[in-house]
């Protein structure tokens, strides 16, 4: 047996790390090795209690290279961002550390408290929303939020930060609900 640890680098509440990574990995691994168990999960909060990233502990039967190569190529394909890691123990007390990740991420911290009220009386961040999934359409996809004390952050990941950026700019200087908002990039 070797002991499995992913950390994901990843902003994503649990609900959606289960669905999205968690879950189908679990599948996934248990179709290529003969015992797979999930030993845990979490996620990493900063001290504004936002989202920083996930890990899932697992302990599989298998070498550790082939769990590795299994468990990396399965989280890529999934979609795991870049500067994720796998840090796999062996039953001699080895570990063995290898980054990875594909995609790339952006935060958008929309500013919830330093706008006009009227701003926020006469706008729906919803459509706001829409309109940011629209335009980003199959270059990125937005996997979570989080809504601190004084922003709201939409976490988008895709094939590039750069394009990511590039398009939302647009949308949020076009909207109320836009101004003094900032885009970070998070993960690549």
């Given at each position: 047996m070797v002991d499995v640890l992913v950390t994901l680098n990843a902003r994503v509440m649990p609900l959606v790390r289960g669905d999205r990574f968690e879950d189908p990995l679990d599948e996934i691994l248990r179709g290529k090795f003969r015992e797979v168990e999930l030993?845990?999960?979490?996620?990493l909060l900063s001290e504004k209690h936002e989202p920083a990233s996930c890990d899932i502990?697992?302990?599989?039967?298998g070498n550790p290279e082939e769990v590795t190569a299994a468990i990396v190529a399965a989280l890529e394909r999934l979609g795991a961002p870049k500067g994720s890691t796998i840090r796999v123990t062996s039953a001699d007390g080895q570990d063995q550390v290898t980054k990875f990740g594909v995609t790339e991420g952006i935060a958008i911290y929309l500013n919830?408290?330093?706008?006009?009220?009227e701003v926020y009386r006469t706008n729906d961040v919803n459509e706001l929303i829409a309109r940011l999934d629209q335009r980003l359409g199959d270059a990125g996809e937005r996997l979570s939020h989080w809504s601190g004390p004084s922003e709201v952050a939409l976490y988008y990941y895709g094939p590039s930060?750069?394009?990511m950026r590039d398009l939302v700019t647009g949308v949020l200087a076009d909207h109320p609900l836009g101004q003094l908002s900032r885009v970070v990039q998070i993960a690549g």
């Open positions: 030993t845990g999960s979490g996620t502990s697992l302990t599989v039967k919830g408290t330093d706008l006009p009220d930060a750069a394009t």
